[in-house]
């Protein structure tokens, strides 16, 4: 901790909370030791009564602009309440960047972080290094507790049924998923049992959830 304590700024020294910043310091050596491009963090902070979920951005190679990095956040339901950026120093001279955004969910809330986060950082991530869309599907990430490969397997399906049935646009197939996430989970899980070779092959289970998701 100590190594780090002199370079960051004195405005974020007064404003972060001693935990925040462990974490912060704890990413940045990361950032460091495995040679990597960015890092996601997510933790839920309460500030003058009100709690945000901060989803932090540690990156090198210069600052992020805001136009490329918020549709990825608000492809995932999350409100962009508030932006904080901290620029600092490395020990070879070369800046690093934190963008501390706050973020509430659809209904206004924080996000269950212990729960979700480390899928919803896993999910930037993934986008961020191009191997995931940035859609509304990615809302699944948090309302059905799946991640962003499972997330995937619904697109593809999405995709497919719109090649040969396109009376529905896209956002609307995507907002059915999002009301309807107990049903998206479980359609995943259904392709999952069917089609996961590491899986035993249980007949009379898949045929129980395929009867479980025509009633739901």
Same mark, same amino acid.
């Given at each position: 901790f100590e190594r780090w304590a002199d370079r960051f700024p004195d405005y974020y020294k007064a404003s972060t909370d001693v935990a925040i910043a462990g974490l912060d310091v704890a990413r940045f050596d990361q950032l460091e030791r495995d040679d990597v491009g960015f890092l996601v963090g997510l933790a839920n902070q309460t500030v003058d009564g009100q709690t945000l979920t901060h989803v932090r951005l540690y990156k090198v190679d210069g600052r992020v602009e805001l136009s490329d990095f918020v549709p990825t956040l608000e492809s995932l339901g999350l409100r962009v309440i508030e932006e904080w950026p901290t620029t600092l120093f490395g020990e070879d001279g070369e800046e690093r960047f934190l963008h501390d955004f706050g973020v509430l969910d659809t209904d206004h809330r924080p996000i269950d972080v212990e729960a979700t986060g480390a899928r919803v950082a896993e999910c930037i991530g993934a986008v961020w290094r191009g191997e995931c869309e940035s859609d509304s599907l990615n809302r699944l990430v948090v309302s059905a507790g799946i991640d962003w490969r499972q997330v995937q397997? &619904? $697109? +593809?399906? =999405?995709? @497919? /049924? /719109? $090649? #040969?049935?396109?009376? %529905? *646009? #896209?956002? @609307?197939?995507?907002? +059915? %998923?999002? +009301? /309807? *996430? &107990? #049903? +998206?989970?479980? &359609? #995943? =899980? &259904? %392709?999952?049992? =069917?089609f996961d070779p590491s899986r035993p092959r249980d007949p009379e289970a898949v045929e129980a959830l395929r009867t479980k998701i025509r009633s739901d």
């Open positions: 397997i &619904l $697109r +593809a399906s =999405r995709k @497919y /049924h /719109h $090649r #040969v049935n396109s009376t %529905f *646009p #896209v956002e @609307y197939k995507n907002d +059915a %998923f999002a +009301a /309807h *996430p &107990l #049903v +998206a989970e479980q &359609l #995943v =899980r &259904l %392709f999952e049992m =069917r």
